[in-house]
């Protein structure tokens, strides 16, 4: 992958050449090795992927663009798996990307037909919503909430692809501007540009890399736009769509030695612990205060600093979880490495249309 | 399908609604019966899948937005087969859909930062440059160009389904004001608006339906891009991309009773009866003269009025063709029937960048 950050300057293609060029190496592979490519991008504009291998000379093969919110490459990566596992392509090429920075400075186009967004209903909003009755419930603090942007940013100091790399008390989080009511400005993820690039192939031509990581599980799913009650304070979605996982992969939750989940706010996160499974329903808070998610924690979650810190250019972000499960489990994280590390979940979902639930869940279970 | 032309008043939500109930009827399925969706669209805005899901209660699959330009929805069925066929669902909806008239009265946006496309190599520009060499090779003349439009038309006054229902002489295409010379109005494919649908699913079920139309061979291919001297009167990537899909399915041009192929312009026909070896090079000259590819004729070519006349809502085509082509084949094409087809081609190319050939082609083969 790229680093993430604000790059307004490069051209989108480029972002997405270095990320796949680094992916082929990475590989140890050519670009004739290459059978097939699916790239996941929101911004990115026709034939993205196109435009891309374009550049580089990887022509004339299938490429096919994926669009599914911020789980656009997710979604590519579960094509990908598929268009292996049904012996169309033995190599795969898979590629995240956008750049926010050339929509006119991060603000991110919302849906025009969308009533409720027109009416302000936008993602802080949406996010700071839930965000209050989670609190209400469970008795979380803005204290809470702080703690864990802190913790995301004590990772992506460590991370050098990581968009910020500075560490924040919590106090200093507490005392940034009020974006949505709970929320201030750095429990909120950053926009941003970037890349990032998988190759996804057969058991066999992975054994002779050396280090394969196993795809045991490869899950979508959309919300269910349900009229009525519905729990705020839960992601049936993510629940869902996880529980899936778990059952294709045959392991639980008990059993994820590091997760790379969707913080795109950190009342998220605390709540994504919960619907994962991590722990019971109020089970967010201890592990929060007791430092759990930590790297060094009894179950490490974005160690990589996480859409928080890494950054979050959407449709890179899904592939970006990849690279950063890859390399946990390949012992390959450097100074944000988990020790150990045997299986990791990734986890993204996007797309909040009607308010209340994602339009696009994907969960990824790897293993060594 | 919707019949496919200018609608701007309907929300495009709508308009895929009404081609996904169309396609459930047809299949004899309940929504709940779906287990996976694809939607092809390349302006249809982020999640336009979920969004058209989301009004018909839809909810909780997985479902996937693929952008390939006019290969959108060809794309889309690609990896619905592959779904299929690996397992993951038995059965799969793919839609296809684009609402042209939003977009400001017609004019598609052009990638921004294709120096081409910005000189004004637009694609009727391309098209008509391409059609200029053609005309040189094969001595083909403004009036086989007409030819081919009078044609479309005369299939087009026999499609419910088609955006323009009206008879036209050779006289009153070479008569309409000039586009890009040697193309008049009527020899360039119109704006408009419009979705499709289809119904993929195992073999077994399929059976159980009545008349089952079988996949024989599901093929996507981009371009080469390459530098130098290129045959502009060729198109290599279609040429390419049948070859593949005559391999998969065991058979040859020759076998094939109906084809509905990407006539965005006149001129392009010509030459995609040369590229799908319909003919050898300069042999469409004669079919046209002949009237070979009306729906009577020997090798009949776009029964529907082709995007000639069916129209051209960009996502939605490819799908429109697949409708067209399971119609042909159930002997259920009503007025524009031809008769006795059992082994259908559509073919579909789109997203003309770096000005010579296509970023995406599709070939589908179906049988009886």
């Known amino acids: ?21 680094k ?64 012996g169309r392509a033995e190599t795969v090429l898979v590629i995240g990307i956008d750049q926010l920075t050339r929509l006119g400075g991060g603000t991110i186009p919302l849906e025009k037909t969308d009533i409720e967004v027109n009416l302000g209903f936008a993602m802080p909003a949406l996010y700071a919503m839930r965000a209050r009755r989670y609190m209400h419930e469970t008795g979380a603090t803005s204290r809470h909430l ?7 940013h004590e990772a992506g100091a460590l991370n050098p692809y990581a968009q910020f790399q500075n560490r924040l008390t919590p106090e200093e989080v507490l005392a940034s501007r009020m974006i ?73 939750p008990e059993d994820i030695d590091v997760a790379e989940i969707h913080d795109a706010f950190t009342s998220a996160e605390m709540m994504y612990y919960e619907s994962l499974g991590f722990c019971g329903k109020g089970g967010a808070l201890g ?47 450097g100074k944000h490495q988990v020790k150990g590390a045997k299986v990791a979940l990734t986890h993204c979902t996007g797309g909040g249309i009607s308010g209340l639930d994602h339009g696009a869940c994907a969960v990824h279970i790897l293993t060594t």
């Open 1 to 21: 992958m790229t680093r993430f950050g604000k790059q307004p300057e490069r051209a989108i293609e480029e972002l997405g050449r270095e990320a796949l060029l």
């Open 23 to 86: 992916a082929l190496k990475d590989a140890g592979i050519q670009r004739r090795d290459v059978d097939e490519v699916f790239c996941g991008s929101l911004f990115g504009g026709t034939l993205i992927g196109q435009r891309i291998l374009r550049d580089i000379g990887m022509t004339g093969i299938p490429i096919t663009n994926i669009e599914n919110a911020c789980s656009s490459s997710s979604a590519a990566l579960r094509e990908a798996c598929a268009a292996v596992a049904v």
């Open 146 to 152: 702080a703690m864990v942007a802190s913790k995301a």
């Open 180 to 252: 949505a009511d709970p929320l201030t400005l750095y429990m909120c993820c950053p926009t941003g540009d970037g890349a990032s690039a998988a190759v996804v192939t057969t058991q066999k031509r992975a054994e002779a890399r050396g280090k394969p990581v196993r795809v045991a599980a490869s899950t979508l799913q959309s919300g269910l736009y349900k009229t009525g009650f519905r729990d705020m304070a839960t992601s049936e979605l993510t629940v869902r769509t996880a529980k899936l996982a778990y059952e294709a992969a045959g392991i639980g």
């Open 287 to 333: 592990m929060v205060e007791r430092g759990d998610t930590g790297i060094d924690g009894a179950k490490p979650v974005n160690p990589s600093g996480g859409l928080l810190c890494r950054g979050h250019p959407v449709g890179a972000t899904g592939v970006a979880q990849i690279c950063e499960a890859v390399w946990q489990l390949r012992g390959e994280a």
